[in-house]
C-alpha cells in the first residue's frame, strides 16, 4: 500500500535531514560530533530488537507424523462399540445367517439412552455394528431383505442406524460403523468380483445416507471351513475416504488405525505408532507386531484396543459386566499406553442398555474424574536442565508441560544428550501415578524416560520407568511421598517434546474399592484386589 502522506505528486517528499552545513557559535564544539553521534548510534541499536532475541522457530518434525483425521481420533481417547443384531435375540455371537429376521423385535430401543451412557462416561464416540457376521443388516439396506424391513420391529420400517445417528448428532457424539466383510447369508459371498460390488453398494448407501462417519471399522474375521473370499480392501479405502473424508478406517492393517493385537484390551507396554502397513496383512498380521508398533517405521498408524465390557460382543442374559475398577485397569493399559479404547457395551434384548451396564460405566466415569481432576504438579515449580532458545523463553518453556493438550510443549535445546524436567514442591506431595504426553504433531519421540524422587538422603531414588510415550502415557506404582521429584528421559528418536506431566493420587487401585453415592446412598463395591506391581512396565 502507497503511504500517500510521504509521497504526494503536487508537491516534494519532506526532507527528514537537512542538508545545509552546520554552524556552531563556538568552532570547538564541532570536534566532538563524531563521539555525539557513536553514542546516539550505539543507544539506536540497543533500543532495536535483536535477531538472537527473536523466538526460534518450532523443531522440525520426526516423520512420520499423524493427519488431521488421526490427531482428532486420538483425542478423543475412548469410543464406545454397540453389538446388537439378531444374535443379541438368538443368544448367540456369531450367528449363522439363517435366523428369521422375526426375531429381531427391540420393543423400547432407545439411542438416546445408548449415547447418554456413552457421552455421560466420558466416550465422545460410538460404533454400531451395522452388519454382523451372519449379514442380518440393521439398516433398511437395497441390495437385501435381510434386514430390519424383513422385521417386526417399528412394523418394518425401524432404521436403527438413522435413530443413533440422530440421536449423536443431538449429543454431539461421533458416529462410526462396522460392516463386516464376511457375511454368511448373502449368496453371492464367495464370488470375489460380485460379492465386492454387493459390499461397495452398501457401504456407500451408509456413508451417503446418515450424516458424517468418523470411523469405518474392518476385520478379517471369518470362521474355518469357510468359503475362500478376495476383499478389494485398497478399492474399499478409496471409496470411504472419497465419500467420508474425516473418516477414519480401522483394520488390521490401518490405513489409519490398526488392532492391537487382541480383544481383551490391553496394549504393549512399548508401543509405536510407526508402522510398516506392508508388513501387515488384515486377517493375517502379526499380533506381536501389531501390538508394539515399528520404531522404524514409516507409516503412522495408532493401535486400538477392543474389548467388552460383558464376556461376550452381545448381550447374553446369563453374563454381567466387568467391575468398575477393571475398566480402570483397562484404562491404564490401553490409553495409558498410547491407544484408543474402544469399549463394547451391548444393547439388551429390549433395545436398552442394561442398568448394570450403566452403574458400572458411572462408576468408572466417577473414578476417572477423582484420580485425573487434581494435577498434583500444578503446585511445583518447573524446571529444565535445557530450553530451546533462551531459558525465559516461555514458547518452549517446561511450564508448557502444565497446560492440558499438545499444542503447546517443552523443547530442549539441541546440544545435549540427557533431558530433564524438575519438579520442586513446597511440601511433601503423596502420588502413585505418572502422566506423561508428547505433542504427537511433531511425531512419536521418546524411547525411554525414568521418574526419580530425592530421597531422605540427598540422593535420586528411581521410581518407575517406561519406553513409549505416544499421545498419552500412564505409570501406576506403589505410593511415594516426596518434595522433590525429576522426569529424566533416557533415549529419544529426536530431541523429545513433552506437551504435559501430570503427577496423581489413584487410592481406588490400592484398596480394591470403589466407595460412591447414588441417590444418598452410600455403595461400597468390594472387588478383586491388584497387585500395584502388575503396573509396572
Not at 101 to 110: A, D, E, I, K
Not at 290 to 314: K, L, M, Q, T
Not at 503 to 508: A, G, L, M, T, V
Not at 522 to 528: K, P
Request: charged content about 20%; hydrophobic content about 35%.
Amino acid at each position: 500500500m502507497v503511504n500517500e502522506t510521504a509521497i504526494d505528486n503536487q508537491q516534494q517528499p519532506r526532507r527528514l535531514f537537512s542538508t545545509k552545513p552546520l554552524k556552531f557559535s563556538n568552532p570547538r564544539s564541532a570536534k566532538h560530533i563524531p563521539i555525539i553521534l557513536l553514542v546516539i548510534a550505539t543507544i539506536c541499536l540497543k533500543s532495536q530488537p535483536s535477531l538472537s532475541s527473536s523466538h526460534p522457530p518450532p523443531p522440525i518434525p520426526i516423520l512420520p507424523i499423524p493427519n488431521s483425521n488421526q490427531i482428532s481420533w486420538q483425542l478423543t481417547e475412548m469410543a464406545m462399540f454397540f453389538h446388537f443384531g439378531t444374535n443379541t435375540f438368538t443368544d448367540s455371537e456369531w450367528g449363522t445367517g439363517q435366523a428369521d429376521p422375526s426375531v429381531f423385535n427391540p420393543t423400547s430401543l432407545n439411542a438416546t439412552q445408548w449415547v447418554n451412557a456413552a457421552k455421560d462416561s466420558g466416550f465422545s464416540r460410538v460404533i454400531l455394528t451395522v452388519k454382523h457376521h451372519d449379514g442380518f443388516c440393521l439398516w433398511p439396506s437395497e441390495y437385501t431383505d435381510y434386514s430390519v424391513k424383513s422385521s417386526s420391529w417399528r412394523n418394518g420400517t425401524g432404521d436403527v442406524l438413522r435413530e443413533l445417528a440422530a440421536a449423536a448428532k443431538i449429543a454431539g457424539v461421533q458416529l462410526g460403523i462396522y460392516l463386516s466383510p464376511w457375511d454368511r447369508h448373502e449368496p453371492c459371498y464367495g464370488k470375489t468380483y460380485e460379492y465386492n460390488e454387493y459390499y461397495l453398494g452398501q457401504m456407500t448407501e451408509l456413508l451417503t445416507r446418515y450424516g458424517e462417519i468418523r470411523e469405518v471399522f474392518l476385520d478379517g474375521a471369518k470362521g474355518e471351513g469357510e468359503k475362500s473370499m478376495e476383499y478389494f480392501f485398497e478399492d474399499w479405502f478409496s471409496v470411504i475416504h472419497q465419500l467420508q473424508p474425516r473418516a477414519v478406517i480401522f483394520s488390521d492393517a490401518g490405513p489409519d488405525t490398526r488392532w492391537v493385537g487382541d480383544e481383551g484390551g490391553v496394549a504393549g507396554t512399548t508401543c509405536w505408532s510407526l508402522f510398516n502397513r506392508s508388513d501387515a496383512k488384515i486377517g493375517g498380521t502379526d499380533t506381536d507386531y501389531s501390538i508394539g508398533g515399528d520404531p522404524f517405521g514409516h507409516d503412522w498408524v495408532p493401535a486400538e484396543c477392543d474389548v467388552s465390557i460383558r464376556p461376550g460382543w452381545f448381550w447374553h442374559p446369563s453374563e454381567s459386566p466387568k467391575s468398575a475398577l477393571t475398566l480402570l485397569d483397562l484404562y491404564y493399559k490401553s490409553v495409558g499406553r498410547n491407544c484408543l479404547l474402544l469399549l463394547n457395551v451391548p444393547p439388551n434384548s429390549s433395545g436398552l442398555i442394561s442398568q448394570q451396564d450403566i452403574q458400572v460405566l458411572k462408576e468408572f466415569s466417577n473414578i476417572r474424574n477423582s484420580i485425573f481432576t487434581l494435577n498434583l504438579a500444578k503446585n511445583a515449580t518447573i524446571s529444565a536442565n535445557s530450553t530451546r532458545g533462551k531459558t525465559d523463553n516461555s514458547r518452549y518453556g517446561p511450564r508448557n508441560v502444565l497446560e492440558e493438550g499438545i499444542d503447546s510443549y517443552w523443547a530442549p535445546n539441541g546440544s545435549i544428550s540427557e533431558w530433564i524436567l524438575y519438579l520442586d514442591f513446597e511440601e511433601v506431595v503423596t502420588f502413585n501415578v505418572l502422566l506423561l504426553q508428547e505433542p504427537i504433531q511433531m511425531g512419536q519421540r521418546i524411547i525411554e524416560f525414568h521418574l526419580d524422587f530425592l530421597n531422605e538422603g540427598g540422593e535420586w531414588e528411581v521410581v518407575t520407568g517406561g519406553t513409549t510415550v505416544g499421545y498419552k502415557r500412564l505409570l501406576l506404582f506403589p505410593s511415594v511421598k516426596a518434595s522433590h521429584l525429576r522426569v529424566v528421559i533416557d533415549g529419544s528418536r529426536a530431541d523429545p517434546l513433552l506437551s504435559y506431566l501430570g503427577i496423581y493420587f489413584d487410592p481406588f487401585s490400592i484398596s480394591g474399592q470403589v466407595s460412591k453415592i447414588f441417590n444418598g446412598t452410600e455403595v461400597l463395591q468390594q472387588t478383586t484386589h491388584r497387585n500395584s506391581s502388575s503396573y509396572y512396565v
